[in-house]
């Protein structure tokens, strides 16, 4: 009898690649035999494949030109006034208020994701565990393929507008000293256009032939507690990933 598959690889359709692992143990070997030298790929785990990739407060906000977006990070502003230590480092830059923001538990326009695909694989698994799914996903972005579709985007006129911006994707890596959990899950952001996922926006614009723009590897739950065990002798645990009160707890 022939042995299943360790995953499924299915064709690049719409700069987006689909791939299906048989179990959570083969992902080490996805990683090390197809993703190894691939190193301009950011990761991002989610505990339910049927998710979006879309942010917080999109789901909340539902109209991409409302001013509800800036009154809810002045209000955050607002409320850090006495909470970040005596001498606060000066905070310009919007996305660097809104990344403070986000693992705070603050709604934002970002989207976390990781440099590490274990790191990612980690968030993934303990949500999955957590909401008791059948399936979770790993997603792996190309970051010189958003770097592309930008460069089409802004060198393109007849483009819509969403909220008086051209549609582009942005990477953003925070500079502040204030978030400890960022350097150790090796964490940047991106932040797209209102309301629009990260899959519709790489299949709205014209795709790379032949390269995988955006790749989802969904994992069955069979073997979560196992998958979590490798990952704690990996040293990949909320305990490292939180070097706070909340990762001591």
């Known amino acids: ?18 791939v299906k692992l048989s179990s959570c143990k083969f992902f080490s070997d996805y990683i090390n035999q197809v993703m190894l030298d691939h190193t301009n790929y950011i990761y991002r785990g989610h505990g339910d494949s049927k998710w979006k990739l879309e942010p917080t407060l999109d789901r909340f906000i539902k109209n991409p030109t409302s001013n509800k977006r800036n009154e809810h990070l002045e209000k955050f502003k607002y ?3 006495g909470r970040r230590g005596e001498t606060p480092a000066l905070i310009e830059d919007e996305n660097d208020w809104w990344a403070l923001g986000q693992h705070h538990g603050l709604l934002t326009p970002l989207l976390d994701w990781s440099e590490s695909p274990f790191v990612a694989l980690y968030f993934a698994t303990i949500s999955a565990q957590k909401e008791n799914k059948r399936s979770y996903s790993v997603f792996a972005l190309n970051q010189l393929s958003v770097a592309k579709k930008n460069e089409y985007i802004e060198s393109t006129n007849n483009i819509d507008l969403i909220n ?7 990477i953003v890596r925070p500079l502040s000293n204030e978030n400890s959990r960022l350097v ?16 519709s926006w790489i299949k709205k614009f014209p795709q790379e032939p032949n390269t995988a723009e955006l790749i989802k590897l969904t994992i069955p739950t069979t ?5 979590l065990r490798y990952l704690n002798r990996m040293n990949i645990n909320h305990s490292t990933l939180f070097p706070d ?5």
């Open 1 to 18: 009898m022939s042995k299943k598959p360790r995953w499924e690889q299915g064709k690049i359709k719409q700069g987006i690649k689909q």
């Open 79 to 81: 409320e850090t006034r």
């Open 164 to 170: 008086k911006r051209k549609p582009m994707v942005k």
């Open 184 to 199: 150790c899950q090796r964490g940047l952001f991106t932040r797209g256009p209102n309301n629009m996922d990260l899959e």
């Open 223 to 227: 073997g979560i507690v196992d998958c």
């Open 245 to 249: 009160l909340t990762g001591a707890s």
